[in-house]
């Protein structure tokens, strides 16, 4: 069954996600899975231009597009984990499903809550538990038994081993990796490339050098 879905935020990860229906919509059943009904960002000018989202009709505010589309399931295309937990509550009593790209692979023992987005090649093990509105981008890797907890995000190529933990609103970098039962706080920041091998504390922010902010 064909479903109609909105999407908001029209930046950058806007287009991904869009990309992203796209691919399940080709490889899924004979009929496609998502009607793509447009584009609700708070600002009308990011829709337009090129890089944008111009081929998708805008849909005004998410309030706006909301109230034309009661119905429609959500995804939050916004990469600012504070942002997407904002957009969130301006839209409560929508169904935000999560959307797996078809070539990321998640265990069926995952525990995977609504809103979150999985992306190409990403892989999920066995026995995890991702909180609602995570962001497995591609290429991501979370090992065995790991938790990542609601509005977290890990960047592409970012990679949790086995029994680690990121907190709510976390934020792994592109290709941050962190080594097996280590545990990182709520808001703390993994920089680009940065190898972790002990405990984060809440609200940190971590490079290969040290500590950037504490
Ligand atoms: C974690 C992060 C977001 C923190 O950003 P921030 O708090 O704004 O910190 P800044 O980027 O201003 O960096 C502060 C300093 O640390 C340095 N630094 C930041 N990240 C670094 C890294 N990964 N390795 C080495 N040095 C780094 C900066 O060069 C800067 O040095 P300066 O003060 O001498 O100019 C950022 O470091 C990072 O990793 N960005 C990449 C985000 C990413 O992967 N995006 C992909 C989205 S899909």
């Known amino acids: 069954m064909t479903r109609d879905i909105m999407i ?3 930046g ?8 992203t229906l796209e691919r399940i919509n080709a490889y899924g059943g004979p009929a496609p899975t998502w009607n ?3 584009v609700a960002d708070d600002d009308p000018a990011k829709g337009k231009g ?7 009709p805008y849909l005004g505010t998410p309030e706006e597009a909301s ?3 009661p119905g429609a399931k959500v995804i939050i295309a916004i990469g600012d984990n504070a942002v997407r937990e904002k957009i969130y509550r301006r839209l409560r009593g929508h169904d935000f499903p999560a959307i797996i790209d078809p070539s990321a692979v998640v265990a069926p023992t995952v525990d995977l809550r609504h809103g979150v987005y999985v992306g190409a090649l990403a892989v999920i093990s066995v026995g995890c538990n991702i909180g609602k509105f995570v962001i497995v981008n591609t290429r991501a890797g979370v090992g065995h038994d790991c938790t990542v907890d609601d509005f977290a995000q890990l960047c592409p190529g970012a990679t ?8 709510a609103h976390g934020y792994m970098a592109t290709n941050s990796c962190l080594v097996p039962n ?3 706080g709520a808001h703390a920041q993994i920089a680009a490339g940065t190898p972790v091998f002990a405990d984060v504390r809440e609200g940190e922010t971590l490079s290969p050098f040290g500590t950037l902010k504490a």
Do not use: T
């Open 36 to 38: 793509i009904l447009g």
């Open 182 to 184: 280590v545990k990182v």
């Open 12 to 19: 950058g990860w806007g287009r991904e996600v869009a990309w």
């Open 50 to 56: 090129k890089g944008s989202m111009e081929g998708y």
């Open 8 to 10: 908001v935020g029209a």
């Open 160 to 167: 949790m081993s086995g029994h680690s933990f990121l907190g």
């Open 67 to 69: 109230h034309d589309y």
